[in-house]
């Protein structure tokens, strides 16, 4: 009946561009999550993606390390600059931030 698999090669979103000259910002977090000592002090950003029958959405969330709670968050089907924007104005809205916030 000669039945077989369709094989596909796996759709890979590449959301790192480093072909760019711009400078690479300090990691001053690293892995000491000890900074996060109190609320609103830092916080964590991280893009993924959605995919749908039709297309992707990217969604964009800020993360309160002390809390682990998401307190911002943005979607958009493009990923630009301005969705990281919009997420991260969200999180400072509804939080109240300290002036040392660390965001990373």
Known sequence: MR???????????QTTDLAHSNPIARNTLGQNIALADAPNKVFCTDITYIATNEE???LASVM???SRAIVGWSM???MTWQLLDYALRA???SQKSAFDLLHH
């Open 3 to 13: 039945i077989c698999s369709k094989v596909c090669t796996k759709f890979r979103v």
């Open 91 to 93: 999180a400072l809205t």
């Open 76 to 78: 958009s089907e493009t």
């Open 56 to 58: 992707f959405f990217f």
């Open 64 to 66: 309160d390390v002390y």
